[in-house]
């Protein structure tokens, strides 16, 4: 590297650092303001229900599948099935276990996507809160708590937030 690569980027740092300590920087704890809006937690409980309206349907056709297998077992110990309505029996259980999987995986991917769309408008309004904090408070820069290792208590804006939230 040479002596005017050198030069060129102390100037630059020399420069970000004076923009940045000219900048009005604030930061917050987006996660745990986020989880405690009422409208975050009213969709999380929209999930939840959901998710156990799936699971429900799933564990009683689980149940009535055992219960078939179970007298299936019992049939077929009692000497009063054949070998062919033994296969038979096999086949329908195996078809209905593969069904029940099947379900299962495009339930979990059906909350996934309640989630999401429960979600996607509350993010929209956090972000929305954000912005309008950082324009009447002149704010440059808003970063989350998470990345940051020390900051000055007077910076953070965490209480601004949780107000224009709820």
Do not use: H, W
């Amino acid at each position: 590297m040479n002596f005017t690569s050198k030069i060129s980027g102390l100037i630059a740092l020399f420069c970000l650092v004076a923009i940045v300590s000219q900048a009005q920087v604030g930061y917050m704890n987006s996660q745990e303001i986020f989880a405690g809006m009422a409208s975050t937690q009213a969709a999380k409980s929209q999930a939840e229900t959901y998710a156990k309206q799936l699971s429900d349907a799933i564990i009683a056709k689980e149940t009535r599948l055992q219960q078939k297998i179970q007298d299936g077992e019992k049939r077929a110990a009692s000497g009063s099935m054949t070998q062919n309505d033994i296969n038979a029996l096999s086949a329908e259980i195996q078809k209905e276990a593969l069904a029940i999987d099947k379900e299962r995986r495009e339930a979990q991917s059906k909350i996934i996507e309640k989630e999401e769309s429960l979600m996607r408008p509350l993010l929209s309004d956090f972000q929305s809160a954000v912005d309008a904090i950082a324009k009447e408070s002149g704010y440059k820069f808003i970063l989350d708590s998470s990345v940051i290792l020390y900051a000055d208590p007077s910076t953070d804006i965490s209480s601004k937030v949780k107000a224009k939230v709820n």
